[in-house]
């Protein structure tokens, strides 16, 4: 294994990596490939080196596939350098599965992880799945590598992916939704941008260190906020009477399906582009 380490996917997620590969890979050679000029001019600002496309590679640099899983098809058959490729490939591609990358990059050391975008400041939650056919070697790298990010946890089925993508991978953009409604009612009641924001970004803060202090469930943690009586339970009777819990059930299993669906649509892309 060489210390290359080549990021296909300069957008949010991929730049969001970025901090992480920096730290851990300090001496190490970047490569940024994406084929919007945009990204590429954003990358190469923080003094990185970028491509529009992959043609040559060392064997044993890592790749970490972010782009989106329907450009994944065209990137595969259009990147013969990466064809057989030897080294570690990690990719982040909601739904796309281990077997259709394995199979359009003809690889066997193939890692499917979702992380999530808190991973700019190096507080992401990632979970990964590796093939089976992953090396030892290739196996222990991923797992350090995705570390760099936050916390990473793997899972032995690749069946967890679906619902990781919509827990893990969306979850920011749930809670930030979340977020943003609290935040413009603070504005409503007449506090300022500053203030609105600050005690939203503390509130959500404060409420994750408890969660991850770990020692409450978060319902136990919702319980100890109301006091009997008080200002909170009137808030929660109006979240239970809208049913939130399975409102949040549906989104989250909405997003599940998309992604069993999505990994399906590549394999389709996938099997007729090796069948032409
Ligand atoms: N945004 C998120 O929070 C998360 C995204 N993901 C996955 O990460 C991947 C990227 O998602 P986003 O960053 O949100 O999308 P995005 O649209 O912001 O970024 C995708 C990037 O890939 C580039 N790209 C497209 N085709 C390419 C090709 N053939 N070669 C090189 N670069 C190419 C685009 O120019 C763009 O810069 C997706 O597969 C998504 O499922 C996974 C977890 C979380
Ligand atoms: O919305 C998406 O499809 C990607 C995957 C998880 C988060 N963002």
């Not at 992959?54 to 013969?80: E, K, Q, R």
């Amino acid at each position: 294994m060489s210390n290359d380490i080549v990021l296909v996917g300069a957008g949010c997620m991929g730049a969001a990596l970025l901090p992480g590969l920096f730290k851990g890979f300090q001496k190490s050679r970047i490569l940024v490939v994406d084929t919007s000029p945009l990204r590429r001019e954003k990358v190469a600002a923080m003094g990185v080196d970028v491509a529009s496309a992959i043609d040559n590679i060392d064997g044993g640099a890592t790749v970490v596939l972010a782009l989106p899983p329907n450009s994944f098809s065209g990137f595969a058959s259009s990147t013969l350098a990466l064809k057989g490729h030897a080294g570690l490939v990690i990719s982040v591609m909601a739904g796309v599965r281990i077997a259709t990358i394995k199979h359009a990059l003809q690889i066997c050391n193939v890692v499917r992880a979702i992380p999530n975008t808190p991973a700019e400041t190096l507080k992401s939650m990632t979970v990964f799945c590796a093939a089976t056919s992953v090396s030892l070697l290739c196996l222990e790298f991923a797992e350090r590598v995705l570390s760099l990010f936050g916390e990473a946890i793997r899972v032995e089925s690749e069946n967890l992916m679906d619902p990781a993508t919509a827990i893990c991978g969306g979850g920011p953009a749930y809670i930030s939704y979340f977020a943003e409604c609290m935040r413009c009612f603070a504005v409503e009641q007449g506090f300022n941008d500053d203030e609105s924001a600050l005690i939203v970004a503390q509130v959500l803060c404060g409420t994750g260190s408890l969660l991850s202090v770990g020692d409450r469930r978060p319902m136990q943690l919702c319980r100890d906020v109301m006091t009997p009586g008080g200002t909170t339970a009137r808030a929660v009777e109006v979240l239970d009477r809208n049913n939130f819990k399975e409102v949040v059930g549906d989104a989250l299993l909405k997003a599940t399906i998309h992604s069993r669906s999505l990994g399906c649509m590549v394999e389709e892309a996938e099997n007729e582009r090796s069948h032409r």
